[in-house]
């Protein structure tokens, strides 16, 4: 912001919420990669972990909500800064959100550990390192109110739809196959599943960040990658 | 700034049934003396529809709301330049009757003025001057209307001989409004008209205001950033002088075009 309010305890008001939605930023990140880590590394302790930290980030998601409502009903805020009260609104219940999905991973690391043989797909691991990176990016897109960085991710979530897209076809397959895998793959599909609403609600997060400097609200248009719910795979074929 | 491509705008609504211009002014100049208070404003305003007026003290937004029913007349050093049309007449011609102009562009004041006449005096008044009615009949039926279009007669409809005075704040506002309205004008000018009043009898006026958006234009300067985004369609941001801004109430208040204008509703201005 290039002038301070004139009342100095609002901009202060509005430096906190700011640095609530960075620090939840940063820890949603962590979240991915701790739960990612734990199922990877078949570490119930790790996943133990990411589950605890969950906890923080529903902490801060209702500190931020006081503090917006409270400023919402003493400023009256206009402009600039309505949006980006209303911005930290909703950017802390999409953050919480995606914090929500790492807990989800964590949590079916100890089921699929059960299955000594299983094979964590690596496609997993990738779609979750686009997303990590999508997020601290929105993340440095909000710092900086720089809605084309903001843009630039939105665009990037159509790769991990498409990882998305080819893990389904393979865990299927491997049901298919091996009726063993079934529990694992089926505990992976949701974690992978995870991975990918993370990738959508971090393009909502661009779509925030584009309002909160432009003041014009993004129309969702955004092609959406995801075609499992179409897809048929028949045994017997080719 | 762009009034005039607004205008435009504007102007090739009335074809779709939307508010047509009421006043049009360009390079409107006030000087005080030697000193110039109003530097070539231009702006529309349109029927149907709330303009509020803001800005900090001095920018001469209450100079410009005087400018259209040619108050700054009865300030000796004030002078007026530029093209004030209402309906396409130029209201500083010399042949305009600036009585029958008053009539027509009515004004209510930041501090409530009734007449120190009773009730139906105050609104009867104009009405009588301006020969509207010469009949009790005609001037009871004006009364009454104009009481209950600016929503005080349920409250003194029994008691139209006390003295409008001893009315609350916001029952005299609202008195000094129903006078107004009793003339049949076409717009209304409101300079502060809440400043002086509890929340509910604002809130009061305010439900006034949007009624009467439906039969008048009404511009209106105020300090409360809040009232003006409440009531208004259109808001004109003044600064030392000049229009920095002008455009929907909503694009102002959430998303305004010049830094001056998000410093001065955010409470940035130096």
Redesign the interface.
Known sequence: MPNDHIVTSYDKELENLRSSIARMGGLAETQIAGAVDALFKRSAERAEQVVEADKALDDLEIAIERDAISILARRQPMASDLREIVSALKMSSVLERIGDYSKNIAKRVTAINESDNFRIVRTVGDMAHLVQKMLKDVLDAYIDQDAVKAMDVWERDAPVDELYNSLFRELLTYMMEDARSITPCTHLLFAAKNVERMGDHVTNLAEIVFYLVNGEILEDTRPKGDRTSFTVLRPNED | MDTRQSSLAERHAVADGQPQVKFVTRGVHVYYGEKEAIKGVSLDILNNEVTALIGPSGCGKSTYLRCLNRMNDTVDSARVTGSILLDGTDIYDKKVDVVQLRARVGMVFQKPNPFPKSIYENVAYGPKIHGLATKKADLDAIVETSLKKAGLWNEVSDRLETQGTALSGGQQQRLCIARAIAVSPEVILMDEPCSALDPIATARVEELIDELRENYAIVIVTHS??QA?RVSQKTAFFHLGDIVEHGKTEQI????RE?R???Y??????
């Open positions: 950033m809040q985004a208040f959430t998303n305004p830094e204008t998000r410093d509703i955010t409470g940035r201005f130096g």
